[in-house]
């Protein structure tokens, strides 16, 4: 049979002109799914276990994916070199495609997949453009000269790299075959340095992009906004969404977004004009089937055939050991809001984090207003969202010193190891930032920098024991500190979580580890909190619940379908719908989430209350008449 025979017989951008495709799926996902470990090289698996990589490309084909995506997100020199795989990029990528293309046979067309570079641009200099596109440019003529149908550059976060990758594509297909470039944007839609999707996409039509489109990013709605912005750039888009929003569950990362739920976007989407969708990290054949009956109806150019680990904190076996522990400071004693959680006072803490970019002033403000309105604390992200800001212990020393307001530190494992986040503490300890609530983190992939490293040293049980230890006046070996340090230990807890037992026993570690204070994601379900109050009564924490006024029908669906740890009841949402847009929706926002903490009121030490969109003064209103002033 001739290499054309098994190929389809539309070329590619004929097949787009007539109808539309479908994208396979996750295939990083399905690979440490099957046991391959995350710390492998998956690009090396196409030389090494070729079986798998093909059975999973058999699957996708099956499930109706059109377009096949070679495993080579990473095959380029600059990643592979941290392998020590540089010198085999031809022989990895040629072995990609040929694995794929033996998937794809007449059905679909084989994608050369193209991630980033893995080396950081920023402002690139000469030099480190050059770097780049050399890298990615031989990638490229490896993937052309093993017979791709198309180059998809794909997950750019940055301009800069996007614009060198694309060129550095353009100039290996030299026309012969056509060029995707596909970014990864933020919630509202932008690049790292503030590019819109439409404008991007405009861009990338001058420098001679084929496709334009919009992969990874934080889930299908998100997705759906920038594909949308860039249907005006007049080329075909392609939109490849993830399954929401990660959460860590053991050592795994999982995606919550449901196949059906992917169905209805991918509906939406054929519907405005884009003409690819598919999957990215976290979706499975099951969403791919829910897209590919979705194109069906759309009019598909083709025939219907077609986690962070726990270590242990030890230190070696020779280290000095002292003969005993010190006594911690009594609770009550750790801070103002320790005190008042033991006198059984309701408590309110409202989240406040640094803006993106140098300028704190608006969060600091925002924090004045609040204290003048009665709210206890702010409490402070650690790295919200993944993105450029300022470290929350400098924002927390500053709300501390200018508006003379307590905060309470988030604390996550994704940046620092153990030896980063024992100094991190300590320092918190020097500047009298006593509050901490201890969180695993959001992983990298979900911000602007998404080759940046996740640490994982230690999860939030690790890091409880950590500052448990330095309570009791000992470092991590157990050497003494001369004193103890005061921290209020506070961890977050999923009333709604998808592995409700294993929620709980999760707690009742956390509680050994030495968590003395639960803040619950947002719960817009009385009965949900209840049965998880009656469940962790045997405990003994105080409990804040979390609330988080709804902005808009649009907000409460992504929260429900593509937020982990998240249940919007339907009841709930169909309110928010009827209540339309703008002031009207904030307003039956705060509404539900007053009726929620009237519900529960009685049941626990106060409340956490997470504004959306830095509207403040919404907190201010769920908890009119719960504060003292």
Not at 395 to 422: P, Y
Request: aromatic share 4%.
């Amino acid at each position: 049979m001739s290499q054309a025979a098994d190929r389809p017989e539309k070329s590619f951008m004929e097949a787009l002109k007539q109808g539309v495709l479908v994208v396979d799926g996750a295939m990083g996902t399905q690979l440490y799914e099957r046991g391959v470990l995350y710390n492998v090289c998956f690009e090396d698996l196409n030389l090494s276990r070729p079986e798998l990589v093909k059975k999973i490309h058999d699957d996708y084909v099956r499930a109706g994916a059109q377009v096949v995506a070679t495993n080579t997100f990473g095959a380029n020199a600059l990643r592979l070199e941290k392998h020590g795989l540089a010198s085999k990029v031809g022989e990895i990528n040629a072995a990609a495609v040929k694995i794929a293309r033996e998937a794809a046979g007449q059905k679909a067309y084989v994608a050369g997949n193209v991630g980033p570079s893995g080396w950081f641009m920023g402002d690139p200099s000469i030099a480190d453009a050059e770097r780049v596109k050399a890298a990615i440019r031989e990638q490229c003529e490896s993937l052309v000269a093993a017979g791709v149908d198309v180059l998809a550059v794909e997950t750019m976060r940055q301009t800069s790299e996007i614009k060198i990758a694309l060129a550095a594509a353009r100039e290996a297909a030299n026309g012969k075959i056509p060029v995707i470039a596909s970014a990864s944007v933020d919630e509202s839609g932008r690049m790292s340095d503030g590019t819109s999707a439409r404008d991007l996409a405009a861009m990338l039509r001058d420098l001679g992009a084929d496709v334009v489109g919009i992969n990874c990013s934080d889930g299908p709605m998100t997705v759906l906004d920038a594909a949308e912005a860039m249907l005006a750039c007049g080329l075909p888009v392609y939109a490849v969404p993830n399954a929401g929003l990660p959460r860590r569950v053991d050592e795994r990362l999982v995606y919550v977004s449901t196949p059906e739920y992917f169905g209805v976007y991918a509906r939406r989407m054929f519907k405005l004009g884009v003409k690819m969708v598919g999957g990215c990290c976290g979706t499975t054949t099951e969403h791919i089937k829910r897209i590919a009956a979705a194109a069906r109806m759309a009019g598909s150019s083709q025939s219907d055939d077609l986690e962070a680990h726990t270590i242990e904190i030890t230190s070696r076996s020779d280290a000095p050991r002292p003969t005993a522990t010190l006594p911690p400071v009594p609770f009550a004693q750790k801070s103002k809001l320790a005190q008042k959680l033991a006198d059984k006072k309701f408590v309110v803490s409202v989240e406040v984090n640094p803006p993106v970019g140098l300028d704190p002033t608006k969060a600091i403000v925002a924090a004045k207003m609040l204290k003048e309105g009665g709210v206890d604390v702010v409490n402070i992200a650690d790295g919200a969202r993944a993105q450029a800001r300022m470290v929350n212990l400098a924002m927390a020393t500053r709300v501390q010193r200018e508006v003379g307001m307590e905060t309470i530190l988030h604390v996550c494992g994704r940046d620092r190891n153990l030896l980063g986040t024992l100094a991190h503490l300590l320092g918190a300890n020097d500047l009298g930032v006593n509050n901490l609530v201890i969180i695993t983190g959001d992983p990298p992939k979900m911000g602007d920098f998404p080759d940046a490293s996740a640490v994982y040293d230690l999860d939030s049980i690790g890091i409880l024991k950590l500052a448990h230890k330095l309570n009791h006046g000992v470092d991590p070996g157990g050497k003494p500190l001369g004193g103890t340090t005061r921290f209020l230990l506070a961890t977050g807890a999923e009333p709604a979580a998808l592995n409700y037992e294993r929620e709980l026993k999760r707690l009742e570690e956390k509680k050994a580890a030495g968590a003395e204070l639960v803040m619950t994601q947002p719960v817009y379900d009385p009965r949900v909190l209840e049965k998880f109050l009656d469940d962790i009564a045997h405990l003994g924490l105080p409990v804040l619940v979390g609330l988080l006024p709804l902005a808009s029908f649009r907000n409460a669906e992504f929260l429900h379908n593509e937020v982990p740890g998240m249940s919007v009841p339907e009841p709930v949402r169909e309110r928010m719908r009827k209540a339309g847009t703008g002031p009207a929706a904030r307003a039956e926002g705060v509404a539900i989430a007053r009726e929620m903490l009237a519900a529960i009121r009685s049941r626990v030490a106060g409340a956490y209350i997470m504004p959306p969109l830095e509207r403040y003064e919404l907190a201010l209103e769920v908890v009119d008449g719960y504060l003292e002033k």
